[in-house]
């Protein structure tokens, strides 16, 4: 099984910035896809931002060129660099990741527990 841990997340003013970590463990040969979502209260769970294997990227309207989404190949991390926050971006976010695991052939899609992200004055 895979294990994704998120940290980072917390209270921060309207055009504050925060940066969330998440390191995947486990029985993983290969790390095609990493990402972020997030869900608000009330609201259904939405892409954030993704990135590939080989650093393509892909940002929901919503936080395109104010996140920036990178990894850490070497530690099978996935951060999410987040500027210009806005009460909207308030939610809990989610580490999301599709893997090759060692016993098993076909790619498999894991999550994390969740972060919760709070823009407030």
């Known amino acids: 099984q895979v294990q994704l841990v998120e940290s980072g997340g917390g209270l921060v003013q309207p055009g504050g910035s925060l940066r969330l970590s998440c390191a995947a463990s486990?029985?993983?040969?290969?790390?095609?896809?990493m990402g972020w979502y997030r869900q608000a209260p009330g609201k259904q769970r939405e892409l954030v931002a993704t990135?590939?294997?080989?650093?393509?990227?892909n940002y929901a309207d919503s936080v395109r060129g104010r996140f920036t989404i990178s990894r850490e190949n070497a530690k099978n991390t996935v951060y999410l660099q987040m500027n210009s926050l806005k009460p909207e971006d308030t939610a809990v976010y989610y580490c999301?990741?599709?893997?090759?695991?060692?016993?098993?052939?076909?790619?498999?899609?894991?999550w994390g527990q969740g972060t919760q992200v709070t823009v407030s004055s």
């Open positions: 486990g029985s993983i040969l290969s790390i095609y896809v």
């Open positions: 990135i590939g294997s080989g650093g393509n990227t």
């Open positions: 999301n990741t599709e893997v090759l695991l060692r016993y098993y052939v076909a790619r498999s899609t894991f």
